[in-house]
Antibody, heavy 123, light 106 residues
Framework: QVQLVQSGAEVKKPGASVKVSCKASGYPFTNFYTFWVRQAPGQGLEWLGT????????RTTLKFRDRVSLSRDTSTSTVYMEMDMLTSEDTAVYYC????????????????WGQGTLVTVSS | DIQMTQSPSTLSASVGDRVTITCRTGQNINTNLAWYQQKPGKAPQLLIYEASSLESGVPSRFSGSGSGTEFTLSISSLQPDDFATYYC????????FGPGTRVEIE
């Protein structure tokens, strides 16, 4: 079955960086785009960026373009999200998710999600 | 970015009620719209895609409609398991979520 398993919770100080991983299994990894979404405490869902799991091309929402980088390792079917210059406003649960379809630049909804990774930024 | 609004922000209802949530977008997105259900502490679950297609395994009491800039999610007979927060999402070149609608017990 399709599974996305994320790395564990992180506690970081302001100004630090965090790197969250998302290991995929149960499907041909390079056929599907992967997405990153975050949710601050008590708030809604916010799309951060997308990576083509095959070619590695990425798209990031303008708000995070200078601070978020996405990468993937096809040998381990793992995608990574790294965020720099953390502030307390980055405290949130970060999710990875898979596109519901293949190709089409990944313009699909998200049909499978990781369990979420809590990133806490605190001095 | 395409702006997304949802109404109402909170909906109080009883088991057995029919409920409807509306999502509006700032520009025409054809039918590139999805609906998700999220329960506290859990990842969202895809309910509806392409505005009106039911995701596999989702109960048939859920339905979606609309195109262009106005969309609705309906639950025909609210069940105890349906009390949750619902988000619309467009996937028209990029991806944006609506602010959410919390469905609570009246």
């Amino acid at each position: 079955q399709v599974q996305l398993v994320q790395s564990g919770a992180e506690v970081k100080k302001p100004g630090a960086s965090v790197k969250v991983s998302c290991k995929a299994s149960g499907y041909p990894f390079t056929n599907f785009y992967t997405f990153w979404v975050r949710q601050a405490p008590g708030q809604g869902l916010e799309w951060l960026g997308t990576i083509n799991s095959s070619g590695g091309a990425t798209r990031t929402t303008l708000k995070f373009r200078d601070r978020v980088s996405l990468s993937r390792d096809t040998s381990t079917s793992t995608v990574y999200m790294e965020m720099d210059m953390l502030t307390s406003e980055d405290t949130a649960v970060y999710y990875c998710a898979r596109a519901r379809g293949v190709g089409n630049d990944g313009t699909y909804p998200f049909d499978h999600w990781g369990q979420g990774t809590l990133v806490t930024v605190s001095s | 970015d395409i702006q997304m609004t949802q109404s109402p922000s909170t909906l109080s209802a009883s088991v057995g009620d029919r409920v409807t949530i509306t999502c509006r977008t700032g520009q025409n997105i054809n039918t590139n719209l999805a609906w998700y259900q999220q329960k506290p502490g859990k990842a969202p679950q895809l309910l509806i895609y392409e505005a009106s297609s039911l995701e596999s395994g989702v109960p048939s009491r859920f339905s979606g409609s609309g195109s262009g800039t106005e969309f609705t999610l309906s639950i025909s007979s609210l069940q105890p398991d349906d009390f949750a927060t619902y988000y619309c999402q467009h996937y028209h070149y990029f991806w944006t979520f609506g602010p959410g609608t919390r469905v609570e017990i009246e």
